[in-house]
């Protein structure tokens, strides 16, 4: 199978633009996470999207935004960015069959976006 | 979801050695992942383990689970230059999400 594919892998915005980035998940899994790292802040959780809904969200401003489609591709945007926003952006889908008992999540390889 | 705490924050150790890092958690949980990280890219999943086991193995990889202290340990024996990542714990408390919440993890180095 396929891992978790992330495009594009690199990228530079400067500020003020938008920017979305992609996530194809593993065949089969309908739930997909989004994180994003810095090396200030470490890991933090954005949003999970399951079954084209909004599941769970983190604390982050408006500007953060995502979507999942029918086929459990994910799509997050960055809205205005800021050149606090540089960061790696992880995400990691998960089978979750089942509910409440969380599944092991697979991650792909991230987007590293630099704000100019 | 909770975050873990991984301790120490780094380890520097000779190839061939034990590496042994530890997570503590707040509340009880359903399971606990471990997750390693390599320099700038994903994190590929180690280990799950759940509440009602005590040990995993995993090839050179055991994890221990005690729930009445709240903490787990990853041991990596035999360690290796490739084992130079940074660990992170995830204990997860339910709720249907599957949101993870990280520390800071433990950024071992094994020296050749």
């Known amino acids: 199978k396929a891992g978790v594919t992330q495009t594009p892998r690199y990228l530079i915005k400067t500020r003020g633009q938008q920017v979305t980035l992609s996530c194809s998940p593993i065949?089969?899994?309908?739930?997909v996470s989004w994180y994003q790292q810095t090396p200030g802040q470490g890991l933090q959780f954005l949003f999970e999207y399951f079954s084209e809904t909004q599941r769970n969200k983190g604390n982050f401003p408006g500007r953060f935004s995502g979507r999942q489609f029918s086929n459990s591709r994910s799509e997050m945007n960055v809205s205005t960015l800021e050149l606090g926003d540089s960061a790696l952006y992880l995400c990691a889908s998960s089978l979750n069959k089942l509910a409440g008992l969380q599944e092991t999540q697979y991650f792909g390889p991230g987007t590293r976006l630099l704000v100019l | 979801s909770q975050q873990g705490e991984e301790d120490p924050q780094a380890l520097s150790i000779q190839e061939g050695e034990n590496a042994t890092m530890n997570c503590s958690y707040k509340?009880?949980?359903?399971?606990l992942q471990w997750y390693r990280q390599n320099s700038g890219r994903g994190l590929v999943h180690l280990i799950l383990i759940r509440s009602n086991e005590r040990e995993k193995h995993s090839g050179r990889l055991r994890v221990t689970l005690d729930t009445s202290k709240k903490s787990s340990s990853l041991l990596i024996t035999a360690s290796r230059a490739a084992d130079t990542a940074s660990y992170f714990c995830a204990p997860y408390s339910g709720g249907g999400s599957e949101k993870l919440v990280f520390g800071k993890g433990t950024k071992l180095t094994v020296n050749p």
């Open positions: 509340t009880s949980i359903n399971n």
């Open positions: 065949s089969g899994h309908r739930s």
